[in-house]
């Protein structure tokens, strides 16, 4: 089903007709992006950790070190919200009230777990890195036994979902549109720049497998959609 029936908790209530539920749009928010933030409940007290996570269908991960008392929580079963958000531009009005952001958002609602199984968390390891620079793992030295252990993979399946997006012009009072000032959008952005190598480089290395979607002034947020594909075989929920 394309659809995710969202919850009393999950579903717009302010400006619902920006609202949308589909798989297809969830995704591609979440897949525009590669740093969320997390909220969750540990002994009592409330946190949201910024972190960077990728998607596999309906799953979505993240890591970190195994020794994190944050990831030690979250992998305990506990319930989370995951959010990102994209800035797309300004929206400067004729008045402050009626001025705004373009944005695309994402919330979404799960039961985080801890990935246990070493060879799960290898594949989804190499998935992180594929995402980013897709046919780098095959160039990279295998991670060892030690650093896999060192790395904690949570993974959470995506019970609900909503995105909220806004775009588009200022939407002024009538009164107001002979004020004479300036009113639209000033986009905004993430760009590529130009690659800076390691000062421990080689003379003659070509920055090879994996970089060749980002040229400069490449949006970011497109190469990442661009990037989505592959990855780890299909699990089923709960392994």
Known sequence: MNQIVPSARARLKRLAK???????????????????????????????????????????????????????????????????????????????????????????????????????????LDAYVERLFPGRVAAMRRPTDKEVRATALIAMEIEEASVKIRSGPPHDDEDDLAAGIWAGVIPIAETIGALQPCPLLPAGIAPGAGTEPYVRDARFDEILRANVGGGLAPVEAGE
């Open 18 to 124: 920006r609202g949308a539920y589909d798989r297809a749009t969830v995704h591609a928010v979440l897949d525009a992006s590669v740093v969320c933030h997390i909220a969750y409940v540990l002994d009592g007290q409330p946190y949201c950790t910024p972190t960077a996570y990728w998607r596999e269908g309906d799953r979505l991960y993240w890591h970190g070190s195994s020794v994190s008392r944050m990831l030690q929580g979250q992998g305990a079963g506990l319930p989370v919200c995951l959010t990102a958000t994209h800035i797309d531009g300004l929206v400067l009005a004729r008045s402050g009230f009626n001025c705004s952001m373009n944005y695309r958002s994402v919330m979404v609602f799960g039961t985080a777990s801890k990935v246990e199984d070493e060879a799960h968390k290898r594949e989804a």
